[in-house]
């Protein structure tokens, strides 16, 4: 079964420290992987894939196909990063489908 | 642009009426995917449409249904409302590159 899960509800930090938004997946094929991002009163955002291979606001996350991981790392948080976060799995082959996890929360604090 | 939009909002229906959702993507945008986000859980997929053919379905019953017109633009159906249709209805278009862009949402509520 396609599955996205993320099992973390709510993530809460101080400003500086580390960040790790876990997401682990279930895809029989070669899925594409995203993590999308909700700031408070905006939509849901597209914040990096795994075929970009980008950097985005200094967030960056790495597939490990061994782990079925696709974990997202920021080395010192900052308190506008405050927002719901999805990661979300989509096959390659030709169709749009999203498959998103229940999502994170990351509370930022001062 | 705009961005993906969708209307109404906002929207209350009483058990059994149905509803008419509505999403306009960005223009150059083929492809339209609607999603359910129940309070709690992430975006479950509905539907997707790509130049007015339906190329996917997700794991919801048949009194969904959703079009697309000769413009890209699209609207999603639910028949017979349960309490359980009540969630935020999202609209996603997506072009070449298959990044899916998102619209603000309709709320339903069925009371």
């Known amino acids: 079964a396609q599955r996205v899960t993320q099992p973390e509800k709510l993530l809460s930090v101080f400003k500086g420290a580390p960040v790790e938004l876990k997401c682990n997946y279930s895809y029989s094929g070669s899925p594409e992987l995203f993590w999308y991002v909700q700031y408070s009163r905006q939509r849901l955002q597209l914040l990096l894939r795994h075929i970009s291979r980008e950097s985005i606001k200094g967030f960056t996350a790495d597939l490990n196909k061994g782990e079925t991981s696709f974990h997202l790392k920021k080395p010192f948080a900052q308190e506008e990063d405050s927002a719901m976060y999805y990661c979300a799995l989509s096959s390659l082959l030709g169709t749009d489908k999203l498959i998103f996890g229940t999502g994170t929360r990351l509370q930022v604090f001062p | 642009d705009a961005g993906v939009t969708q209307s109404p909002t906002h929207l209350i229906k009483t058990r059994g009426q149905h509803v008419t959702l509505r999403c306009s993507p960005i223009s150059g945008h083929k492809s339209v995917s609607w999603y359910q986000q129940v309070l709690g859980q992430g975006p479950q997929f509905i539907f997707q449409?790509?130049?007015?053919?339906?190329?996917g379905r997700g794991n919801f019953p048949d009194r969904f249904s959703a079009r697309q017109f000769p413009n890209y633009s699209s609207e999603l159906n639910v028949n017979a409302l349960l309490l359980g249709d009540s969630a935020l209805y999202l609209c996603a278009s997506t072009g070449l590159d298959t990044e899916a862009f998102f619209g603000q949402g309709t709320r339903l509520t069925v009371v």
């Open positions: 449409y790509y130049e007015k053919e339906e190329r």
